[in-house]
């Protein structure tokens, strides 16, 4: 039944492409509810209407291509705390690894257009 399916646990995280999804997946999450739920609040009784509006989408796009480094950031730094037990004796070593494994999620995806690849790729190395 896909009722109880939506309970059931999500197999475990042992590679690092299964990391990097993870990763991807909650920093785009993070940033964009924020975006949306600030705007909601903000907006009041017109949130709906001003949702629809094609220069508050355009506004939205460009918000969370800013706002996602920072969230990649945000989503590894909590990932880096969880794994810093594990690092052993070498800890720098593995949040390099981690850093090297953000850089390459950022890299994913096309810069966009509005930013600028210059001020996109500065953005991302200055948060890390």
């Not at 920093?27 to 907006?43: C, N």
């Not at 800013?66 to 720098?92: C, I, N, Q, S, T």
Request: glycine share 8%; hydrophobic share 45%; charged share 25%.
């Amino acid at each position: 039944m896909a009722l109880f399916g939506f309970f059931k646990r999500k197999p475990p995280i042992r590679e690092p492409k299964e990391l990097a999804d993870f990763i991807d997946e909650h920093a785009a999450f993070l940033m964009q509810k924020g975006i949306y739920e600030y705007s909601r609040a903000r907006a009041g009784p017109n949130a709906n209407s001003m949702l629809t509006e094609a220069g508050f989408q355009q506004s939205v796009e460009l918000s969370r291509w800013r706002a996602y480094p920072l969230g990649l950031a945000m989503v590894g730094e909590m990932v880096e705390g969880l794994l810093r037990p594990y690092a052993g004796a070498d800890k720098r070593a593995h949040t390099d690894d981690l850093i090297d494994l953000l850089l390459s999620v950022f890299d994913r995806y096309p810069v966009p257009p509005p930013i600028g690849k210059d001020a996109c790729s500065m953005r991302v190395v200055r948060w890390l």
